[in-house]
């Protein structure tokens, strides 16, 4: 794949992009993908950690100049979100797949994949933005620290390379990155973990009492929506919630 630089190892991938961004004396092509077989730093949402056994997963981040204004990044989760489960639904051929909001994707309530999207911001415009992609491929056993993985080959029981998926992954975001606003809400709706579903959720600012509460969407700018059985409603931004 032209565009695509693959390392045995690298700090993290988000991180690398961003300085070979810096230093490039031209600007670097739109999807411009960075993969490792290894990361010594990988991150995840909210400074959390990614585990990911050698050579077994998808490590990558690529290169996105989107069409939104800074009010509107969440779109870009919208898309980004979507391309990883048209790709597990059609390429890998997982049933029950959904997005976590904002933007892990899970496989029923199992957690398949993360996702952290980093921005430029260049006055009123998102100059570049970077979508780190950790995608649990082939690891069949991971550690304790980690809640509810699951991955490709244990939803399979098919072992499948990780370059392959970042290659079908890269297509699907060159597609999803067209759709206009209004499709991307009303497919990013279809997925939505949980949705129209009473859940129990912790929201301090509201309770220091567990919440019975549905999903009913997610906000222009990304706040999730909500109401309980008393049918009031509420928003959330996603570092106001948390799921039990």
């Known amino acids: 794949m032209q565009n695509h630089l693959h390392f045995d190892c690298l700090n993290s991938t988000n991180v690398y992009l961003k300085q070979l961004i810096d230093v490039s004396s031209q600007p670097l092509a739109s999807f411009f993908t960075i993969t490792a077989d290894r990361q010594e730093q990988g991150r995840g949402r909210q400074s959390k950690t990614w585990e990911s056994e050698d050579s077994k997963n998808l490590l990558m981040s690529v290169l996105l100049y989107p069409d939104y204004p800074p009010d509107k990044q969440f779109y870009i989760c919208r898309f980004v979100s979507l391309s990883l489960v048209d790709f597990l639904t059609k390429q890998a051929n997982i049933q029950n797949v959904y997005i976590k909001y904002p933007n892990d994707i899970y496989v029923k309530n199992k957690k398949i994949a993360g996702i952290l999207i980093e921005h430029s911001l260049q006055g009123n415009k998102i100059n570049y933005s970077i979508a780190g992609i950790g ?110």
């Open 135 to 244: 995608l649990n491929v082939n690891q069949a056993v991971f550690s304790e620290n980690v809640p509810n993985p699951t991955s490709i080959f244990l939803e399979t029981q098919r072992e499948v390379p990780p370059l392959f998926c970042m290659e079908e992954i890269v297509k699907k975001l060159q597609v999803f990155s067209l759709y206009n606003a209004t499709v991307l809400e009303n497919k990013y709706m279809q997925f939505l973990y949980k949705k129209s579903e009473y859940a129990v959720f912790l929201i301090p600012k509201i309770s220091d009492y567990p919440i019975e509460a549905k999903i009913n969407g997610v906000s222009e700018n990304g706040l999730l929506l909500l109401s309980d059985k008393e049918n009031k409603s509420f928003a959330c931004a996603l570092n106001e919630i948390i799921y039990l």
